[in-house]
């Protein structure tokens, strides 16, 4: 039946590309004060509504029953599959996806994007488009190992408020925030070997 790629929410691809590609993808969880929710369970319009009162949102990973659901799902229906994760240098999401593929065998493959955002999108969507052209998955993995090298995601931000409130860049947080105000600029940063940096 050929490979189908899963992926989370992280992957931030539009539904409608979601769905032509046939990815599955598992939801983040959004905790909001003492809520917790799937990725997507929100409207946009509600979420920043918290946001604005005061509600400081976190993320955690999809939980082990989520990628189990969702490669009992295609392996049953005699897919191979290649799942994809946000990098595992900011995320659980990797170790996560991983225990639950060895109750598959060598069904199910984990590849770490090493990326965030669009980053881990766009190797998503190349290996669905590569899958949907019939590759085997020994062929993917090679594309997307290459593919992993030459993705690098920029981020320009307003104010690091969010970014410290989320804990996942604590390393360089207080250096960059200093320079930030010191110099009067904004701090941009870079994914180098999975991993955020100022």
Request: glycine share 8%; net charge negative; aromatic share 4%.
């Amino acid at each position: 039946m050929g490979v189908r790629v899963v992926t989370d929410t992280s992957c931030d691809l539009p539904r409608e590309v979601l769905d032509r590609l046939q990815i599955t993808t598992v939801p983040l969880v959004v905790i909001i004060g003492t809520e917790a929710h799937a990725d997507g369970e929100l409207s946009l319009d509600e979420y920043w509504r918290r946001v604005e009162v005061g509600d400081q949102p976190q993320t955690s990973q999809p939980s082990l029953g989520s990628y189990e659901a969702a490669y009992e799902r295609l392996t049953n229906e005699g897919h191979q599959v290649i799942c994809i994760t946000v990098t595992g240098e900011h995320s659980g999401t990797y170790s996560t996806a991983a225990l639950a593929a060895e109750r598959f065998g060598g069904q199910v493959t984990v590849f770490d994007s090493r990326s965030l955002s669009l980053g881990l999108g766009f190797q998503v969507q190349a290996a669905a488009e590569a899958a949907q052209k019939g590759h085997p998955l020994s062929a993917i993995t090679a594309m997307l190992t290459t593919m992993r090298e030459r993705v690098d995601v920029t981020i320009v931000l307003e104010t690091l408020e969010s970014l410290r409130r989320g804990g996942r860049a604590s390393a360089f947080i207080a250096a960059a925030e200093r320079m930030a105000r010191v110099l009067d600029v904004k701090v941009i940063i870079n994914t180098v070997d999975g991993r955020l940096r100022p």
